[in-house]
């Protein structure tokens, strides 16, 4: 399904108003510390989430998949047989593409086919419930801002909770008991910031590692299955160009698709990272 445009064009519009309210509000907070800049602060945090769901229920994923050249596609990736020995002359390997039988295309690396959206995704990472769609290359940014901003707005709710339950406190041995009922409240929005606090944290964390160590949430999870995947050792991720080079590439690729080129087998490189290597794996 393509976007219309006048739908793309309230999702820019959401995304402009996502980084506004976002620096508004950190300037207020940091200038102004009382209980009316904290109440303002706080609807510009809820106004951000808002934004931030809209622009991602309007947007493409990723849009169309490129369509690249596969003699060009193996110029880039071959290095001239005359720098090799005519004992170590041999075809160059690269991983195999997969042909999607639906959208009758041979899917770039890292895309994948959503039976939900019925389109392919490139940089597919996962079709994701809360918006209604898929999380691929030109929206992962946004949706990693989306978990970042509810788990603020989770854990400032606990700090609120945990204010107003010491001042509840001071009150507590008023034999009319005016407060019952707003402690009841603040006890029931306490556990429900604390259970989505943990489940966003969650989350957010894993994605956090997921950019820096240069995956998505398809390739981590169902590496095995993967037909590109299947060609390099289980601890290498051949799309990780480095933690700070790999968060550049998210977060600031100005809403441009990239072309993917995996690395030959015989160029394949001992990587080590804090999250996931030969030694051990944190997920």
């Not at 996962?126 to 707005?153: A, D, K, M, P, S």
């Not at 949430?217 to 160009?241: A, G, S, V």
């Not at 990239?258 to 794996?281: T, V």
């Amino acid at each position: 399904m393509v976007v219309p445009p006048e739908v793309s064009d309230i999702g820019r519009a959401c995304k402009r108003f996502l980084f506004t309210t976002e620096f508004a509000g950190f300037l207020i907070l940091t200038f102004f510390q009382n209980e009316m800049t904290l109440s303002i602060g706080i609807r510009l945090l809820i106004e951000a989430i808002l934004a931030a769901y809209f622009y991602l229920k309007c947007s493409d994923s990723s849009g169309i998949p490129l369509k690249v050249d596969e003699e060009q596609e193996i110029s880039q990736l071959s290095i001239s047989t005359q720098q090799r020995d005519n004992s170590q002359q041999e075809s160059y390997q690269i991983p195999q593409k997969y042909v999607c039988q639906e959208c009758n295309i041979i899917q770039p690396y890292r895309t994948k086919h959503c039976k939900k959206c019925k389109k392919c995704i490139p940089k597919y990472d996962h079709h994701c419930f809360w918006v209604g769609g898929c999380i691929g290359e030109l929206n992962h940014r946004t949706f990693w801002l989306f978990l970042y901003f509810q788990c603020l707005l989770c854990f400032d709710a606990l700090f609120q909770f945990n204010k107003q339950l010491s001042l509840y406190s001071i009150y507590q041995e008023d034999k009319e008991n005016k407060y019952q009922q707003q402690y009841l409240i603040i006890l029931l929005i306490g556990a429900i910031s604390f259970g989505f606090g943990i489940f966003t944290g969650a989350l957010l964390f894993y994605h956090t590692m997921l950019i820096m160590t240069g995956q998505t949430t398809w390739e981590h999870t169902q590496r095995d299955k993967i037909t590109y995947l299947k060609f390099y050792p289980k601890f290498y991720h051949p799309y990780n160009y480095g933690m700070f080079k790999n968060i550049r590439i998210t977060f600031f690729h100005k809403n441009q698709q990239s072309h993917w080129i995996p690395p030959l087998k015989d160029q394949i490189q001992e990587q080590c990272n804090l999250f996931d290597n030969k030694y051990y794996s944190c997920c």
